[in-house]
């Protein structure tokens, strides 16, 4: 996404191309007295001028989350390629993005073109069941149907035009919220059909599909949409399934995200301000996020969240149930075309998950997609994990409420199901913690920016032995906040219970864990301040 630059220093990709007429620095010429034989004896001095500081809507430690967390899941799937983003569904910031094959920016004439592409922009796809979700926001937007009404899905296969599409399991009745749930092609299509072709596709570019989304990034793929004159009578069955169209992944969050703030299709950016010297230059002056636009009514996206949650709770996406939050999402298992024999390939699938948490009150929405994994396959199986891991440490970063109540023995069931993916690192990947720099500028309220903290980052002592083994802090009295932070600059991963501040944990402070290990921290109100509360309220 930051792109590289060559030996001119002149930017070739990313944001460094993108900008690069304001933050390279500009030459100027001087004059120079010369002798017969061209030797230099004197001239005046050159005052270069430096160019402009990018500030990104990104934040480091969620950046770095998502590129820890993708690099597992390619250890873990062996896929080919993938993506993790991260979004603010209210805003359309990206705080996040990763993508897979990564390369050396310093080097990035020795890697190969797939590796230098940034595949959340540019990566071409066929979206499968996720698209579902867009054919069930315009039957429920025109009133067509509702949540509790019952298709017959003809136990697996239907007709359209002539051609027989099959389901991926045999359905009977199933109720919409249902056809959602377990992600039937079957039902999906009746619904389409019921809709029309006309009203179909005028909702899908509404959505921002077949167009570029404006994301102020090079190389950005407008997807596949063709024109409805250019539909042919099968099309509105294989597109309502998420077939015969292509996205990317920026395209699809920034649509789940209209889902998730209640209808409202925000511009994505990264680019948040310029900086040269003293002077701040936002946005809005450079490549300026357009006002959002209406594209389904509140009622409908309230509709389509309940109904996304049940896909997590009763559906294809019980791996992606988060510890504390709700949560909402969508499971895609995208076949991908077999170049040798322009079919659909049986192995080769695009598994992707898109969500966002918590319902009621959604701060972010995560898109993960792995290319070509191999063994399991699915979406659900294998990228709605990924989601729960990115989510679970994000959200208590940002420090928002949980709202569902978090058992002990859930704490400690956490605790022992440690995945082998969980210890996995980006070797050459160590984040910094901006707030020890101290030419940095001051930090903005957290009532302005939900993503700061009230002060700096607590100081921590990092305790390794010489086999590399981390010792685990004492958390005590900490905020969540604060132990996320912790744990994120020591490679561990929290497992966060309660609110308030820190009372217990797993392991106990001082024992030695390897890194990426996860510590549970249980938090409430300690026991000295109820009881002094209590003799309070007896006086």
Partial sequence: MLG???????????????????????????????????????????????????????????QYVAERELAAAIAKTHAMAGTVMVMNPNTGEILGLANWPKFNPNAANEAPA???????????YEPGSTFKLITLAAAFDQGITRPGEVFDCENGAVYVAGHRIRDHKAFGLLSVADILAQSSDVGAIKIALRLGAPKFYDYIRAFGFGQPTGVDMPGESKGLLRRLDN???????????????????????????????????????????LRRGNKVKPAEGLLAPSEPRRVIRPETAATLRRLMEGVILN??????????WTAAGKTGSAQKIDPATGRYSRTQLIASFTGFAPISNPAVAILVSLDSPV?????????????????????????????????????????????????????????TDFSEQPDQPPAKSAANNP?????????????????GDIQVPDFSGKTMREVTEICLKLGLEPVLVGSSLATNQVPSPGAKVRRGAKVTVQFGTPVAKIAKAQRRVRH
């Fill in 4 to 62: 590289f630059v060559d030996l001119d220093e002149k930017g070739l990709g990313g944001i460094e191309y993108e900008l690069d007429g304001q933050i390279r620095g500009k030459s100027e010429k001087i004059i120079v007295m010369a002798d017969a034989r061209q030797r230099w004896f004197d001239g005046g001095e050159a005052q270069r001028e430096a160019g402009a500081n990018v500030v990104l809507t990104l934040d480091e430690k969620i």
């Fill in 114 to 124: 797939e590796a230098r592409m940034n595949r959340a922009v540019s990566a071409l």
């Fill in 231 to 273: 539909w042919s009578a099968v099309s509105i069955g294989s597109i309502s399934m998420g077939q015969e169209v292509g996205v990317t992944p920026i395209q699809l969050i920034s649509a789940v995200s209209a889902i998730a703030n209640g209808g409202m299709l925000y511009k994505p950016h990264v680019i948040s301000e």
């Fill in 315 to 324: 559906g294809t996406g019980p791996l992606a149930r988060l510890d504390g």
């Fill in 375 to 431: 063994g399991q396959h699915e979406g659900g199986q294998v990228a709605a994990p990924v989601f729960k891991r990115v989510a679970e440490q994000v959200l208590p970063y940002l420090d928002v409420p949980r709202d569902v109540p978090v058992g002990p023995r859930l704490v400690q069931a956490a605790y022992r199901n440690r995945d082998v993916a969980d210890s996995s690192v980006l070797e050459d990947f160590a984040p």
């Fill in 451 to 467: 993503r700061e903290g009230s002060g700096h980052a607590p100081a921590v002592t990092v305790a390794v032995d010489e086999g």
